[in-house]
């Protein structure tokens, strides 16, 4: 019955924007860590961003900060990602998970249960 639903992925040029969204039934996601990751063919999934439950602390791959926003609204169970200025090498499968710890340099296997990922593109 626990669920994480990705979307607002899609096409994008470069230096544009998305903002992804991820929501939780289920549970309560505010009871949670969140994490943000991607996948990109032949990659490793990678920890792009993370909540924290309780004092809501956040976390930001090196790749991405200054650029990415994480964000939760407790009312629509919903973890945001607030995407700009995309590069080519953002371009990937994004996924959220919960159940994990939030630090800075996350595994995407310390989470236990995941959403079945929004494909985000940057090209001209």
């Known amino acids: 019955q626990l669920q994480l639903v990705e979307s607002g992925g899609g096409l994008v040029q470069p230096g544009g924007s998305l903002r992804l969204s991820c929501t939780a039934s289920g549970f309560t996601l505010n009871y949670y860590a969140i994490g943000w990751f991607r996948q990109a063919p032949g990659k490793e999934r990678e920890q792009v961003s993370c909540i924290d439950s309780g004092n809501g602390r956040t976390n930001y791959g090196d790749s991405v900060k200054g650029r990415f926003t994480i964000s939760r609204d407790n009312a629509k169970n919903t973890v945001y990602l607030q995407m700009n200025s995309l590069k080519s090498e953002d371009a990937a499968i994004y996924y959220c998970?919960?159940?994990?710890?939030?630090?800075?340099?996350?595994?995407?296997?310390?989470?236990?249960?995941w959403g079945q990922g929004t494909q985000v593109t940057v090209s001209s």
């Open positions: 998970a919960a159940d994990g710890p939030c630090t800075k340099y996350g595994n995407a296997y310390d989470f236990g249960h």
